[in-house]
């Protein structure tokens, strides 16, 4: 599927398929002031607000996230009796369960607060072959935290002295980011119809933040997702009983891809370019559901 297949005519009708999402008059209900405690290119702890209305009325006790990234929207939102939290990126996935346990979070809080980044500490660090689940997971974050937009595929050296959130603040986000996790949260590294098609005896509502069809994938992620995922992950949606909330670019082929759900459109602010230059910019994105 490429823009070239769509009709001038199609591409009007599909148009008029998308609904402006307004949430002028939305009123929120209280959401957890839990920051994540990695950084994501296309993170949407900001656009959560855009987010919020879609399960703010809705009853369920089950959440589901096939495509993690840095969790978001899962630290944002009011805890369920049930969470499941997948990703395939390994690392990323290895890094969440060492934060949710009890005994290796103290440790890695201890071992966070000693650091003093720098360019050349960097360097060295993404040199180091870790030895076991949790080397890797301090490794992993660390990285994180001090690279450019915390991009992990090449990452660059992208820590500020002043801007950056600083070494002492880590820790507080890594203690906030345990209590959410520990409890009744089921963390995976499965493919993402292996999430949606699991079965449950409660409601589900389930939020999906795939890479964006129109993503540099060589640039922002270290798992790259073609565009038969993105069919594939659009049938698999269009079979499940679930709710889901789900966010994509705003292009027409998305839209062809989704003209059987509800599609709004809405802009809300980004920044995931690797470069010092780069200011952040308005994004067009979509918001897909089908209830």
């Not at 390994?90 to 440790?107: G, H, P, Q, T, W």
Request: aromatic share 14%; charged share 30%; hydrophobic share 35%.
């Amino acid at each position: 599927m490429t823009k070239a297949s769509l009709s001038k005519n199609n591409r009007k009708l599909l148009g008029q398929k998308v609904k402006r999402l307004d949430i002028t008059n939305f009123k929120s209900r209280g959401v957890d002031k839990t920051r994540p405690f990695l950084r994501y290119p296309g993170s949407k702890y900001n656009a959560s607000k855009y987010i919020e209305p879609f399960w703010t009325d809705l009853e369920f006790e089950e959440y589901r996230e096939p495509f993690l990234g840095s969790g978001a929207v899962f630290f944002k939102m009011p805890k369920k009796k049930i969470s499941i939290l997948n990703d395939v990126d390994e690392e990323l996935i290895n890094c969440f369960k060492v934060v949710s346990d009890k005994a290796l979070i103290k440790r890695m809080k201890n071992d966070v607060f000693k650091i003093n980044p720098s360019k050349e500490w960097f360097e060295e660090l993404k040199k180091s072959t870790p030895h076991d689940s949790y080397q890797r997971a301090l490794r992993y974050f660390l990285i994180n935290r001090t690279a450019y937009s915390g991009i992990m595929n090449m990452p660059n050296w992208g820590f500020h002295k002043t801007k950056s959130v600083q070494p002492n603040k880590w820790s507080e986000r890594l203690e906030k980011s345990f209590e959410k996790l520990k409890d009744n949260v089921e963390i995976t590294s499965l493919h993402f119809k292996e999430i949606i098609e699991q079965k449950s005896n409660k409601k589900v509502w389930m939020f999906i933040d795939p890479p964006y069809f129109n993503a540099d994938q060589k640039r922002a992620y270290t798992k790259s997702f073609e565009i038969q995922d993105h069919i594939l992950l659009e049938n698999t949606l269009r079979k499940t009983k679930h709710k889901f909330c789900l966010t994509y670019d705003n292009c027409s082929e998305v839209i062809e891809l989704y003209k059987w759900a509800n599609i709004f459109e809405v802009e809300w602010m980004y920044h995931t370019a690797n470069s010092r230059v780069t200011t952040r910019k308005k994004g067009k994105e979509l918001i897909i559901t089908n209830y």
